[in-house]
């Protein structure tokens, strides 16, 4: 009996990756290009503004000052684990002259686990909490971790999953330029 169960869980395991996979691959081109039905690599990056878990308000949308690189994560998300280490050094050696956001997809993480991942690592950039999941929607984020790098002039320019370092930086200093 305990065989026959491990089995079935197994296929329907097997059938929902499967499924979850197809339709990831297919809605790729909307991924690749942020997701917003008006929104496009080159194009504005859709706009919103969160609470961060600082207190203070956050606003994505339109000129910056400083480059954006927006992450949307989750503390039970073990890739965005792997990531925060790189994300710190990257923050930390790039801070005078780029921003990065920290956008948890908090309406499917809770609070307790958001403080004790920014605990863990660290975090000292800003983490923002989309807990309604707008932010999370209108950028039509199908997995996490997932970047954005938004230029000064708020137009989208990549879209990032996972890189090694050396990466990260090589598209940190195409941005600075």
Not at 3 to 19: E, G, M, N
Not at 86 to 115: C, F, P, Q, S, W
Request: aromatic residues 10%.
């Amino acid at each position: 009996m305990r065989k026959y169960i491990v089995a079935v869980s197994a296929v329907i395991l097997l059938s929902v990756l499967a499924w979850g996979q197809t339709r990831v691959m297919g809605e790729d081109r909307e991924v690749a290009s942020a997701g917003s039905s008006n929104a496009a690599i080159g194009q504005a990056a859709p706009a919103f503004h969160l609470e961060g878990l600082d207190g203070k308000r956050y606003s994505v949308g339109g000129k910056r000052e400083k480059p954006l690189i927006l992450n949307f994560w989750a503390s039970w998300c073990g890739p965005c684990h792997e990531e925060a280490p790189d994300l710190k050094r990257i923050y930390e050696a790039y801070k005078d002259r780029i921003d990065l956001y920290a956008v948890n997809v908090t309406k499917g993480d809770g609070m307790g686990g958001v403080k004790g991942f920014v605990k863990q690592y660290g975090v000292t950039f800003p983490v923002l909490l989309d807990k309604e999941g707008k932010a999370t929607d209108l950028y039509r984020i199908l997995f996490v971790p997932t970047s954005f790098l938004i230029d000064r002039d708020g137009k989208l320019r990549e879209v990032v999953h996972m890189l090694p370092k050396e990466q990260w930086d090589a598209k940190i200093e195409r941005s600075l330029k």
